[in-house]
């Protein structure tokens, strides 16, 4: 059985928590189209660099990771941020 994308949001927003200076900030908005999930993360402005890291390293880790789980249960996960 594939994992809930409520589970997935958790996921995202506690990996997402220990990059930043300000984890109650972190906000994911989630919407559902089919077998896709648009995750839409939020951070405060101050921690921006620290998700994007050096070169966009951070953020492509963790789209990544949600790119090998979407592989795993057939769903597509697709992750954007508001800057």
């Known amino acids: 059985m594939a994992p809930d994308p409520k589970d ?3 996921l995202l927003i506690r ?3 220990e990059l930043v200076d ?20 939020r951070v405060d402005p101050s921690d ?9 390293r951070s953020l492509d880790s963790l789209r990544k990771i949600l790119d090998g789980l979407s592989a795993r249960e057939g769903r597509r996960y697709l992750l954007d941020i508001e800057e």
């Not at 109650?24 to 989630?30: F, G, I, L, S």
């Not at 921006?48 to 966009?56: D, F, H, P, S, V």
């Open 8 to 10: 997935m949001r958790k």
């Open 15 to 17: 990996m997402v928590r």
């Open 22 to 41: 300000n984890p109650d900030a972190v906000t994911v908005e989630m919407t559902e189209s089919g077998t896709s999930v648009r995750l839409l993360l």
């Open 48 to 56: 921006m660099g620290k998700i994007n890291g050096t070169r966009g």
